[in-house]
């Protein structure tokens, strides 16, 4: 079902579950740039409340938008929990939407239950080992094909090839690795570059200190869940989570970015623990 932000952007929504005693959920999406993949997280709790999921502006299915914020999305988060009828939400996100999950509880307290943090970033210079992991696990030929398709018009067929060696690498089961980023890579839907570009930039120019001194000042609890097998080190999610007053963190064994994919039954008993 679409809603219309204050601003006139329109928001692709889909609600499952019913709403029960247990805090309504709502799921945020990573890219930047991308849009809602998450019905399978959405599926591990509906039993026990009702979950929001949408596109993020000039994402997806939703409307086009130029202005790109993080004040601006964490704000859409809020007017789309006030249309849903709930006083309180509790946020999970999924990499970037890590990142907007906390952004929102800090900058709404009043309204946030809590957050999961799943598969982010966390703080301090994280793209170098990061970088050099992703070079690790592919090919010369892979590196090579990946320069090539960046930056350059693409054939679907290429746009396809370009995502698939673009995300692939934060698998942390090999063997499946290329068949998942091919499934992620088929959608037909278009990435929004501006909105990454744009985002990105913003978060990337906020010092440290900043986004821990935001960090401290969120009252809700924060549950970290992090795949041991991803490429984003756990080192600097673990510096952002000691600036949290409270929060418990899950390191999951051989799981990468996308930890429900290798070890669902694991993301599922701590998100139902969360919520519970």
């Known amino acids: 079902m679409p ?12 609600t499952t579950g019913t709403t029960t005693s247990a805090p309504p959920v709502v799921i945020l999406h990573g890219g930047p740039g991308l849009w809602d993949d998450h019905a399978v997280l959405a599926d591990m709790l509906d039993d ?20 790109q914020t993080m004040a601006r999305l964490a704000q859409d988060i809020d007017e789309l ?7 309180r939400i509790l946020v999970i996100g999924h990499s970037f939407g890590a990142t907007l999950a906390l952004t929102y509880a800090a900058s ?36 090579d094909r990946l320069e090539a398709l960046t930056g350059s018009s693409r054939t679907w067929d ?28 088929a959608v037909d839907l278009p990435i929004n570059f501006h909105a990454n570009r744009a ?28 795949g041991d097998g991803d490429p984003r080190p756990v080192s600097a999610v673990r510096d952002l989570a000691a600036h949290i007053p409270h929060h418990t963190f899950h390191l999951l064994p051989s799981a990468g970015h996308s930890p429900w994919r290798e070890q669902p039954e694991l993301v599922r008993e701590v998100l139902r623990a969360t919520l519970r």
Do not use: K
């Not at 809603?3 to 889909?14: Q, Y």
């Not at 290429?158 to 995300?167: A, D, G, T």
């Not at 985002?199 to 120019?205: D, F, S, V, Y």
């Open 81 to 87: 929990r006030e249309y849903w009828g709930h006083q």
């Open 48 to 67: 026990l409340t009702v979950v929001h999921r949408f596109d993020q502006r000039g994402c997806g299915r939703s409307g086009p938008s130029d202005e």
């Open 158 to 185: 290429e746009e396809i090839e370009f995502r698939v060696l673009s995300w692939f690498t934060s698998h942390a089961d090999r063997s499946m690795a290329l068949t998942w980023a091919g499934e992620e890579a």
């Open 108 to 143: 709404y307290p009043d309204h946030a239950a809590g957050v999961v943090y799943l598969g982010g970033v966390g703080i301090g210079d994280w793209h170098t080992p990061y970088y050099a992991e992703v070079a690790r696990r592919m090919t010369p030929a892979q590196r």
């Open 3 to 14: 809603f219309s932000t204050s601003d006139g952007v329109r928001l692709w929504t889909a």
């Open 199 to 226: 985002l990105a930039g913003e978060m990337n120019a906020w010092p440290d200190e900043y986004v821990a001194g935001f960090a401290a000042t969120i009252s809700a609890s924060v549950t970290f869940i992090h």
